[in-house]
């Protein structure tokens, strides 16, 4: 009633309901827009000098910890560590950039408004834009290297949309290493590495699976799948994949012939993550004994099966100690034909 007749007083026409005010201010009074407005009025008119002086309430809750903003940070200092570089790429790609890395573009949104000629579609995933880049570092004289990107995608074909009607994004940690000349060994284990290490890094145990169905997936497309293997947790929890290029899509981005890629989920990253357990494991009172055990198997049996079956038998045979199982070379006589021996 008090705030009505202060209103009133400046022919301010107030219909007072219950605690409800409905204010119509006079023609004239074209400052009085929005319901804060009002409220300024009021406080004139009664008198800001009368209110009450108090302080603004204020939170001491510390902020709560960003998982994804950590993960990142965890990332960026792994692969920097182990000598990759970070680089930032446009989201939108040319068409001829899908096309090359054997990504359907019939998948990927086509802008209406494009900044560029070049810059016409929203990427699928963010490892073609890194291929397009390595080109260009092997003329600037780099010899040796591997780039890396946390950026994002998506797929229109496999993802739906949001509540907003946007298509969903899924964000992406993938990463490229060249060399111009052959080193020791397959490029696939020299990216290996660093995505041990990241793992190492993260806290989590990663498993690798070789490829034996077809898959039809824009991550998957430039990868040569029998050269390349699944990523899992050791909890099952799919990650992404690493693995060799295939020939056409090193033609097409003029890669050197020694190059491998992986490609993270980012967000599965993050659920690994909140979901391991870390527990505490006193040190052994005994000491460590290390021992080289070699079996001969046919050529034809994976890896995977013979580190699996050596897991099992040391975990069923050996109780109550810490045994870790590595492999140290698999060897292959020319005169044993169909034969290998795995240590």
Known sequence: ????????????TVDVTSDNLKVMPPFWRTDLDLPEDVVEEVGRLYGFDKLPRTLPLRSITPAPLNNARLTKQLIRESLSKAGANEVLTYSFVHENTIKRAE?????????????SPDLQYYRLTPLPSLLDKVHINIKAG???????EIGKGHNKKDHADDDEGLPSEI????????SKTAREGAAYYRIRRQIHQLGK?????????????????????????PRSATITTRQGEFIGMVGELKQSVI?????PAYTAAFTLDFSGIVKARQTRRVSYKPL????????DISLRTATETLYEDIF????????????????????????????????????
Do not use: W
Not at 1 to 12: M, T
Not at 171 to 178: F, L, N, P, S
Not at 207 to 224: G, L, N, R, S
């Open 103 to 115: 990504q359907d573009v019939t998948q990927a949104f086509k802008l209406g408004n494009a900044l």
């Open 142 to 148: 780099h010899d040796e290297f591997t780039l890396f």
């Open 171 to 178: 964000e992406y940690v993938d990463a490229v290493y060249a």
């Open 308 to 343: 699996q079956t050596v897991c099992t038998a040391t975990n069923e045979r050996i109780k109550g100690m810490d045994v870790k199982v590595s492999p140290v070379s698999i060897y292959q006589a020319k005169t044993e034909a169909g034969k290998k021996t795995t240590t």
């Open 1 to 12: 009633k008090q705030i009505a007749e202060l209103l009133e007083n400046v022919e301010i």
């Open 251 to 255: 033609a097409a981005f003029k890669l």
């Open 284 to 291: 052994s009172k005994y000491p460590t004994i290390s021992q």
């Open 201 to 225: 890094d993260l806290g989590l145990t990663l498993q690798y699976h070789p490829i034996t169905q077809p898959m039809d997936f824009p991550v998957t497309a430039p990868f040569e799948l």
